[in-house]
């Protein structure tokens, strides 16, 4: 039997219904050892800052942050090594050069650059004296000094950053690759904002492409990528250039270009091909940045590499059993990273989680916002979210909501959720948060926290009026999904928005609904009927768009848009047509489901008496004695306060039945059959609460416009009328009342 329900969460696509994006949206951190020293300080580039590039297609939106770890790449970078005109000394990997770029240098740039690698020496200094004399290598080595010190950016500093621009356009010659790799990662550790350098080591790389060996390659494109720069040629034609050079590729330099080029959107699949497999013969050589930064990349770029990712988790699970060394430097980072990607391709391998959630458990303490968030999504989103880690992961969560952003309130809320499971205290919290920073968030947040907060069943009216408030301020920046999305919470948490729901529609109507597909389509309709929000312009549109996809319909999707456009008592012929043809696919499915079969029968009663249909009548009523099993069986038991009202009219003399069962199936709480009368007791359940207070749904309204149609008066008898008259003792007048209305209609 199907476990989705109308009011559940819609489900379906990878995007929304499976969670939001992965929220990589904090900066990224240096990856330090257990003893908080960083393993890697003189190393060079590490995977930078991934900022949002828009929803990327199947990964949908804000996966910002990247794997995270700060210092990663090289060691020995910069100076002349004796006669050696490039700065380094030549690593083992990379063949000998049969030539030189450029004029032998003098002897006064050689000491230079010895001078310049000197740690006792003020490089800003000894340019501000002596810059005259530099030639580009020497600049290269003293932009690579600067960032390598971690110096903050000045006037000085951008000075020597235009210069070398400037010679790299006037004079390329004095550049060999390793210098224009150092410029560009200079210039970005050093925070520029001037880019003209990045431009320049664009223009100059096919100059000097056949020097490029794979570290400079991995911190060119890193460069590039943490910055932002758009220059498609340069990840082109690197991407390529390191093709025939992969199998001297190291961890490192794997793991940056395969950052660079995700974080970029450049994603060369011959490249990432030779990545994942190179990536296998060495996997045991990897550190767990490496292994994070990979697996994120090709996680964040979409491309299957299903040997690479069992590789791993292969690795990490003997890793973890072993207590091995490697497994011992393992932090938060890495595993939070680990398990983000590995849900985003939805490879579920359970002794990885396992093992992982296993040791996460004992360190969530040192788990920063991002790493919590990310590792309540991944868990959620592979379904394997225990109570036990679910309950430590709140406790850490708690003190630290404060420090959460947009992105990062709403994936958690998301996941307890999706995990289903109770956590009041932590949502309380969210509620509160989310609300405070509603500003902040952005179409897909709202969306998702307000899925979350009505999934989980929590009362959060505050909350609610507030995303209402807050979405209408972003007008045309929610997509199709996040409408269905929208509209569908506000329905499930039974929240009455009326301004929201007309936003909803116009938006609808503006753009169409070619966007929209057969779940949207559903989830939108459905939300509207239980609103009881009727649009007629808005099911119109939705009634020539259902036709075109009704194969991709399910059964619950046809029950729930059928009882839509019966709620609100809108004709739909075409798609009516379309719904009888594929209704007898899904009966035996249906049979199982009772929610679905009661809707049916609603929905047969609405063709039966108000429009009857000449091919959708008739497949219903095949099967009428299904539906109206489902019908009679989802039926409520009278409440206390109804009891008490049957009671009150029995003492007034109104004679009638509780609980009366039509010929047509249609339950009546109180009824006079021999004059066709009858009282409702309408509680809290037939109403969505608003800011203007309580509403009428569209199900209650349904059942008295079919009750009118087959010559029922009805009268009702809200909750929030009969509630206080108790306490007072003033139930006989209204309920006289009550009964006059009755023989008045």
């Not at 995303?467 to 999904?481: D, K, M, P, V």
């Not at 059964?555 to 043809?581: I, K, M, R, S």
């Not at 010559?711 to 009702?716: D, S």
Request: aromatic share 10%.
């Amino acid at each position: 039997m199907s476990s989705w329900r109308p009011g559940d969460a819609p489900r379906g696509r990878r995007d929304y219904r499976d969670g939001p994006p992965p929220q990589n949206y904090y900066p990224p951190q240096r990856y330090d050892d257990r003893r908080g020293r960083s393993r890697s300080r003189d190393r060079g580039p590490p995977p930078g800052r991934y900022e949002d590039r828009g929803p990327p297609g199947p990964g949908y939106g804000y996966q910002r942050g990247g794997p995270g770890y700060g210092n990663q790449g090289y060691g020995r970078q910069g100076g002349y090594q004796g006669r050696d005109v490039y700065p380094r000394e030549r690593r083992r990997d990379q063949p000998i050069r049969k030539g030189r770029i450029g004029p032998r240098p003098s002897r006064e740039c050689i000491a230079l650059n010895r001078e310049l690698t000197n740690p006792r020496t003020d490089v800003l200094q000894l340019f501000d004296r002596r810059g005259h004399e530099f030639n580009g290598v020497n600049l290269a080595t003293a932009i690579y000094q600067l960032a390598k010190r971690r110096v903050k950016n000045t006037e000085a500093v951008e000075r020597m950053l235009e210069r070398a621009a400037e010679r790299i356009n006037s004079d390329v010659s004095e550049f060999d690759a390793r210098a224009l790799a150092n410029c560009a990662w200079g210039a970005v550790k050093l925070e520029s904002s001037n880019m003209r350098i990045l431009d320049a080591v664009a223009d100059a790389t096919p100059r000097v492409l056949e020097d490029f060996n794979p570290q400079a390659i991995a911190n060119t494109l890193w460069a590039f990528a943490t910055k932002d720069v758009a220059a498609p040629e340069l990840f082109e034609t690197l991407s390529t250039a390191a093709l025939p050079l992969m199998d001297r590729f190291n961890a490192q330099d794997l793991g940056n270009t395969a950052w660079a080029c995700a974080k970029a959107d450049k994603c060369d699949s011959r490249l990432f091909q030779r990545i994942e497999a190179q990536c296998c013969r060495t996997l045991h050589k990897f550190e767990p940045q490496n292994i994070s930064n990979v697996v994120w990349s090709f996680a964040t770029a979409g491309i299957p590499a299903p040997n690479l990712f069992r590789a791993v988790a292969d690795g990490i699970v003997e890793d973890g059993r072993r207590n091995s060394h490697r497994w011992r430097r393992f932090n938060a980072q890495a595993f939070a990273n680990l398990v983000w990607a590995y849900a985003t391709v939805k490879h579920d391998h359970p002794q990885m989680f396992d093992v992982i959630e296993h040791a996460a458990i004992q360190c969530f303490d040192q788990f920063d916002p991002q790493n919590l968030a990310n590792f309540a999504w991944a868990y959620a989103t592979v379904e394997r979210a225990s109570p036990q880690l679910f309950g430590a992961l709140a406790q850490a969560l708690l003190p630290r909501l404060d420090d959460f952003i947009a992105e990062g309130l709403s994936s958690t809320a998301w996941a307890y959720a999706k995990a289903g499971i109770a956590a009041p205290a932590l949502f309380r919290e969210i509620a509160k948060n989310a609300q405070a920073k509603l500003g902040s968030f952005n179409h897909q947040a709202l969306a998702n926290v307000a899925w979350a907060f009505a999934a989980a069943d929590v009362h959060a009216p505050e909350l609610f009026d507030a995303i209402a408030e807050t979405a209408l301020s972003q007008g045309e920046r929610f997509n199709s999904q996040d409408l269905a999305n929208l509209a569908q919470a506000f329905s499930n948490a039974r929240r009455s928005s009326p301004k929201l729901f007309d936003f909803i529609a116009k938006t609808c109507l503006q753009r169409g609904l070619g966007a929209f597909n057969s779940q949207d389509l559903a989830n939108t309709a459905f939300a509207f009927g239980t609103a009881g929000h009727a649009s007629r312009e808005l099911f119109d549109a939705i009634g020539e768009a259902a036709p075109r996809s009704i194969g991709s319909f399910t059964g619950q999707g046809l029950a729930n848009t059928l009882w839509a456009y019966c709620v609100l008592g809108v004709d739909a012929p075409a798609f009516f047509t379309a719904a009888a043809e594929a209704l007898p696919a899904h009966i035996d499915r249906l049979r199982e489901d009772f929610a679905a079969s009661s809707q049916l029968y609603q929905v047969f009663l609405y063709l039966q008496i108000e429009s009857p249909h000449q091919k959708l009548l008739p497949v219903l009523a095949e099967h009428r004695q299904i539906w109206l099993d489902a019908f009679w069986n989802d039926s409520i038991r009278p409440s206390q306060s109804q009891l008490g009202v049957s009671h009150a009219l029995n003492v007034l003399g109104w004679d009638h039945e509780d609980e009366l069962r039509t010929e047509d199936g249609l339950s009546l709480d109180m009824a006079n059959s021999s004059t066709k009368t009858v009282v409702e007791f309408d509680g809290p359940t037939h109403y969505l609460q608003g800011p203007d207070g309580p509403s009428l749904d569209g199900r209650t309204h349904f059942k008295r416009r079919l009750l009118a149609r087959l010559g029922w008066t009805c009268a009702a008898v809200p909750y929030f009328e009969w509630d206080p008259l108790l306490a007072s003792g003033a139930t006989e007048p209204y309920l006289r009342g009550v009964l006059a209305r009755l023989k008045s209609e």
